[in-house]
């Protein structure tokens, strides 16, 4: 009995012992890619670079990427020009790894553009691994380093930087303050084109405006015009309401071009945030600040026009977000000259919000001369921008003879460019129910416009003219 007990034992402690080899030899193998990871972060370039190339051999997948990426920012990063000889053998297609986790090549841009973008890189053969590890880079905290990277792509310069232009504005929006605009800095100093140094400069002057202690100093571009996410904005686009006042100010306010040109861009990237409405009130904070000069030059009503825009831009944010009460306030805008003026449009949507009948908001609003173009959100839109309404155009005027369908169909354009896919489809019903069909068919017509998620709220700034 003894004796099988004392072999029993034995053959458990052989059983433990070679399990803690394996372990031990797991733990041994795994070791050069910690080692690696932990010299990483105390930007021990060139010891780092030797463990990740020993992770190389003993490791595999995830972990083999990872150590190759590795060597290779390692390498790049204390200027040895090994980096150079390293990627061009490197193949890790459109997705990266680094300590477990996985990023892709177009990780920082927004999502509505990364699908355009890939269809891009493909199109110019734009070789992955160079844009993989400009996203590390840019991910990491080590964007000082890109243009080294980009130096080394000869044919696709162009592009990478228009990749980091678009990296630059994400950053911007999503760290305003928190030195988002770093990025302008490198694509300033080292873009090929004067056109994304022009970019590059507006990205800059947001900055010095969110945190004015770390102002650079940059020159404001004397034009009319600013870009913005790849995009060449004009401050006097058909969209906006200060169109109507290009004639005069290109002739008598240059000497309030950088004014209006700075808030107006304010105005644009507001519309990218989820929360716009701070930084619009910004905008009306550094109105004020240059009132004097507006008056000065006469042009009060382009102040005015500017202050208003800001003012139903946040009522609009409001009403979208449902906030009914404070939208109401802001619908009513006050002149300089103390005149107090309402929007119609969104005052007729927030009775029709709390249960009006369309007949009675017809009553409340009969003064008004409902147009075919109007504004929401401080853009304008036409009812008629869409093939489907315009090849319906003589159908659709004979109903407006009444101004019951007139309001009917503009609130519903409305409720499909802010996203309200459960209102519209309300509105909808109401009309259904209460006409005959030669009339309620030109309603449905207009299903397939209702944003197909009842919950989505359509960034209506975005909204091309």
Same mark, same amino acid.
């Given at each position: 009995?003894?004796?099988?007990?004392?072999?029993?034992?034995?053959?458990?402690?052989?059983?433990?012992?070679?399990?803690?080899?394996?372990?031990?030899?797991?733990?041994?193998?795994?070791?050069?890619?910690?080692?690696?990871?932990?010299?990483?972060?105390?930007?021990?370039?060139?010891?780092?670079?030797?463990?990740?190339?020993?992770?190389?051999?003993?490791?595999?997948?995830?972990?083999?990427?990872?150590?190759?990426?590795?060597?290779?920012?390692?390498?790049?990063?204390?200027?040895?020009?090994?980096?150079?000889?390293?990627?061009?053998?490197?193949?890790?297609?459109?997705?990266?790894?680094?300590?477990?986790?996985?990023?892709?090549?177009?990780?920082?841009?927004?999502?509505?553009?990364?699908?355009?973008?890939?269809?891009?890189?493909?199109?110019?053969?734009?070789?992955?691994?160079?844009?993989?590890?400009?996203?590390?880079?840019?991910?990491?905290?080590?964007?000082?380093?890109?243009?080294?990277?980009?130096?080394?792509?000869?044919?696709?310069?162009?592009?990478?930087?228009?990749?980091i232009l678009l990296t630059a504005w994400e950053n911007l929006k999503?760290?305003?303050?928190?030195?988002?605009?770093?990025?302008?800095?490198?694509?300033?100093?080292?873009?090929?084109?004067?056109?994304?140094?022009?970019?590059?400069?507006?990205?800059?002057?947001?900055?010095?405006?969110?945190?004015?202690?770390?102002?650079?100093?940059?020159?404001?571009?004397?034009?009319?015009?600013?870009?913005?996410?790849?995009?060449?904005?004009?401050?006097?686009?058909?969209?906006?309401?200060?169109?109507?006042?290009?004639?005069?100010?290109?002739?008598?306010?240059?000497?309030?071009?950088?004014?209006?040109?700075?808030?107006?861009?304010l105005f644009s990237f507001g519309g990218f945030l989820l929360e716009?409405?701070?930084?619009?009130?910004?905008?009306?904070?550094?109105?004020?600040?240059?009132?004097?000069?507006?008056?000065?030059?006469?042009?009060?009503?382009?102040?005015?026009?500017?202050?208003?825009?800001?003012?139903?831009?946040?009522?609009?944010?409001?009403?979208?977000?449902?906030?009914?009460?404070?939208?109401?306030?802001?619908?009513?805008?006050?002149?300089?000259?103390?005149?107090?003026?309402?929007?119609? $449009?969104?005052?007729?949507?927030?009775?029709?919000?709390?249960?009006?009948?369309?007949?009675?908001?017809?009553?409340?609003?009969?003064?008004?001369?409902?147009?075919?173009?109007?504004?929401?959100?401080?853009?304008?839109?036409?009812?008629?921008r869409l093939p489907s309404r315009e090849n319906k155009r003589s159908?659709?005027?004979?109903?407006?003879?009444?101004?019951?369908?007139?309001?009917?169909?503009?609130?519903?354009?409305?409720?499909?460019?802010?996203?309200?896919?459960?209102?519209?489809?309300?509105?909808?019903?109401?009309?259904?129910?209460?006409?005959?069909?030669?009339?309620?068919?030109?309603?449905?017509?207009?299903?397939?416009?209702?944003?197909?998620?009842?919950?989505?709220?359509?960034?209506?700034?975005?909204? $091309?003219?």
């Amino acid at each position: 009995m003894k004796l099988s007990c004392i072999i029993c034992l034995s053959l458990l402690s052989l059983l433990f012992c070679s399990c803690n080899d394996q372990s031990s030899t797991t733990v041994k193998e795994q070791e050069p890619l910690q080692k690696a990871r932990s010299l990483f972060e105390e930007k021990k370039w060139d010891k780092a670079a030797e463990e990740f190339d020993l992770a190389q051999k003993t490791q595999s997948g995830m972990d083999q990427d990872e150590a190759q990426l590795g060597s290779i920012v390692c390498h790049l990063l204390s200027q040895n020009p090994r980096w150079e000889e390293q990627i061009k053998l490197w193949q890790p297609g459109m997705r990266g790894y680094w300590h477990g986790k996985s990023f892709t090549a177009i990780e920082s841009i927004p999502l509505d553009k990364r699908d355009a973008f890939y269809d891009i890189l493909k199109k110019e053969d734009m070789p992955f691994s160079y844009l993989l590890l400009v996203q590390f880079l840019l991910l990491e905290g080590y964007e000082n380093s890109v243009s080294a990277v980009v130096e080394k792509m000869p044919q696709h310069k162009k592009l990478a930087w228009d990749f980091i232009l678009l990296t630059a504005w994400e950053n911007l929006k999503q760290k305003q303050g928190n030195e988002g605009e770093v990025l302008f800095e490198v694509v300033y100093q080292n873009a090929v084109s004067q056109e994304q140094k022009d970019e590059a400069i507006y990205g800059i002057l947001l900055g010095n405006f969110f945190t004015p202690e770390r102002k650079k100093e940059i020159s404001f571009p004397k034009l009319w015009e600013y870009r913005l996410d790849l995009k060449k904005i004009s401050a006097f686009r058909s969209s906006s309401p200060l169109n109507v006042y290009r004639s005069p100010l290109e002739k008598d306010g240059l000497s309030l071009q950088q004014h209006i040109v700075f808030c107006d861009m304010l105005f644009s990237f507001g519309g990218f945030l989820l929360e716009p409405v701070n930084l619009w009130e910004q905008g009306l904070a550094y109105l004020d600040k240059y009132k004097q000069d507006f008056l000065a030059n006469n042009q009060q009503e382009a102040y005015d026009c500017l202050r208003k825009r800001f003012y139903h831009a946040i009522a609009w944010f409001h009403c979208i977000k449902g906030d009914l009460e404070k939208a109401g306030n802001r619908f009513v805008f006050e002149t300089l000259e103390g005149k107090k003026e309402r929007e119609d $449009l969104g005052f007729a949507l927030i009775l029709w919000k709390q249960g009006h009948p369309l007949s009675d908001i017809v009553k409340q609003l009969s003064s008004v001369a409902w147009k075919e173009e109007y504004f929401v959100g401080g853009r304008k839109f036409s009812f008629y921008r869409l093939p489907s309404r315009e090849n319906k155009r003589s159908e659709i005027e004979k109903l407006w003879a009444e101004p019951y369908h007139k309001i009917a169909f503009i609130l519903f354009d409305v409720f499909c460019l802010t996203g309200d896919g459960r209102s519209a489809h309300i509105l909808l019903d109401q009309i259904v129910s209460e006409f005959p069909e030669n009339i309620y068919s030109l309603y449905m017509a207009e299903e397939e416009n209702i944003p197909k998620d009842p919950y989505a709220e359509n960034q209506i700034w975005e909204k $091309l003219d």
